[in-house]
């Protein structure tokens, strides 16, 4: 009987017209502070005019593999083709889990570094930790979305956003939820 060693790759979508160029957290169409820049602590960030679209598991695939076939040809895409999963992916925290075969690890961690925009806005790919198992890469997640939730939190409480505040709570608990139901 054969054994298939995967890989588990948590990464990180970041756009570039999220406040402060580059920055982690982008604003989302049910999540938006409604502040002025000078009510705002952290000076004027451009987050109360940052719209980026849902991104949907079928989105970031679709880049994907899009970005393999363009990148390492029909040969790549193959390789790639049954191995390649998306396990998880947050859109509050734009983090998601990909579930690879051992041997096509760097192909897609090169391939998703190439992805320079989603549904038309520019973005880069941050890929976060590499695990061999979903253990260790569930508990970095939810080590990272906790703190990517906390902050936004933290900048809604000074902010005096009661209603983002509790949306960013009960985004914090569903994210647990998602990642704790991975199958293991």
């Not at 994907?64 to 029909?74: E, R, T, V």
């Amino acid at each position: 009987m054969v054994r298939f060693k995967n890989r588990y790759l948590l990464f990180e979508v970041v756009y570039a017209n999220t406040p402060l160029r580059w920055a982690s957290i982008p604003a989302s169409n049910t999540l938006e502070l409604s502040s002025t820049a000078d009510q705002n602590p952290f000076g004027d960030t451009g987050r109360n005019n940052c719209q980026l679209p849902q991104i949907s598991n079928k989105d970031l695939m679709v880049a994907l593999k899009d970005s393999i076939a363009g990148n390492f040809g029909d040969y790549g895409a193959g390789l790639t083709q049954r191995p390649l999963t998306l396990k998880y992916f947050s859109p509050h925290t734009n983090i998601g889990i990909l579930r690879i075969s051992r041997e096509e690890l760097h192909i897609v961690w090169g391939a998703l570094t190439f992805i320079t925009q989603l549904k038309g806005n520019p973005c880069i790919f941050r890929v976060l930790h590499t695990s061999g198992t979903i253990r260790h890469c569930q508990s970095r997640t939810i080590a990272y979305d906790r703190d990517r939730i906390m902050a936004l939190r933290n900048q809604a409480q000074l902010l005096k956003d009661d209603q983002a505040f509790t949306q960013l709570g009960l985004a914090l608990k569903d994210s647990l939820d998602e990642v704790n139901a991975l199958e293991l």
